[in-house]
Structure formats: C-alpha cells, structure tokens
C-alpha cells in the first residue's frame, strides 16, 4: 500500500489543527474535553471543534495549502520523489518510525520534524476546529490549551 495526500472533499473549507509534537502522544479523554470546551471560549464563531484519536498515526497535512518540503537544517527545498518514497517507506510501519537521512546533508532526522510549507506534521491526536471564522488562538491561548493537554502542541492550518 502507498501513502497518498488525499484532496477530495466537496466543500471548502478552512481548518485549524493543534497536534502533539510527539506523533504518539494521546491527551486522556478528560483533558480532551476541556480542550474543546476552552477553544470553544475562544473561538466562539467556529462551525466545529472536536477531537479526533486515531488508532495509528497519521500526516496531518495542510491540505490545498501543502506546497513543499524544506531541510531543516540547510534550508533547501527537499526533492518532492525522495520525499514521496521516504513516506512510503515510513507508512509501512505505520509511521511509528519516521527515521530519515536528509538527502542534502544527510543529517539524521525524522520526518515530523522537516519543515513543511504549510505546516504539517504526524499524530494520533487532532484537535480540529471548522471554519474559526478568519479567527485564531494567540501564543497565551495556545499555552493555555497546550497546559490542558499537557503536550506541546504545533499548529496546522489547513484548506480543503
Ligand atoms: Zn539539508
């Protein structure tokens, strides 16, 4: 099986996602809910916020957004086939090892942590907020939501 960006969806639509920077890391149920209660505080105009758990973990990607890939240590675009094949080899383990060498300077890395232009990145946990309205969470309430979930958080904007 290969991994593939999936794009199809009929509406458009903006979504705002917080994922856990470790890939595995799951918020217990209680905190979830108080996540999404507090997000609802602050971004009252959003047509949804929920929680999503996977049983493996996923590319949160950014979706239309999603234009390429960058080296975080020497800050050239990567090559979008070595990419596609690292990620193929990464989603037959489920992603549970994400373990690459960059191919420009070959520094050992991981996957989650190459610089996505948007944003992207891998986790079992999502919080996802619907069309927030052109509204987001400043750094003191991402703190805060990131205080709930007890997990640094990184955030993903996404369109569809
Ligand atoms: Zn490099």
Known sequence: MRFELIYLNP?????????????????DERDQSKARK???????HADE???VVTNEIEF???GANFARVICPYCDIEIDMNWWTEAMDKAYK????????NTPCCHQLTSLN?????WASGFAR??????????TELDSEEIRRLEMVLKTPLWKIWAHY
């Open 11 to 27: 509406m458009s639509e903006n979504i705002l996602a917080f994922i856990p920077t470790d890939p595995s890391f799951v918020p």
């Open 38 to 44: 507090l997000v609802a505080l602050f971004l009252p």
């Open 49 to 51: 916020i929920k929680t």
């Open 60 to 62: 949160i990607s950014s």
């Open 93 to 100: 383990t489920r992603f549970t090892n994400l373990q690459v």
């Open 113 to 117: 942590h190459l610089k996505y232009d």
């Open 125 to 134: 946990f999502v919080l996802r907020v619907r069309n927030p309205d052109g």
